[in-house]
């Protein structure tokens, strides 16, 4: 099971490469760079959030792990 902190480690750093994409692919579209930045910050809040919500949810998955097994000498 993975610590909160690792969750909201992994959170930020997908969120901030998302940021930059966003921004470009908004910009690219628009040509105005704050409408850009304004919607890739209000975009990457809400999905920062949602994302930490399904990194927890999932944690409590046992789907594709393996047990790890205590072993005695």
């Excluded at 690219?28 to 999905?47: C, E, H, L, R, S």
């Excluded at 990194?55 to 790890?68: I, T």
């Amino acid at each position: 099971m993975e610590h909160p902190k690792r969750s909201i480690c992994k959170s930020l750093s997908w969120r901030i490469f998302s940021f930059f994409l966003t921004i470009i692919i908004i910009f690219a579209y628009t040509k105005n760079i704050k409408q850009a930045v304004g919607v890739g910050a209000g975009i990457d809040i809400v999905k920062m959030i949602l994302y930490y919500l399904h990194e927890r949810l999932w944690n409590k998955v046992d789907f594709g792990r393996h047990k790890q097994q205590d072993y005695q000498i």
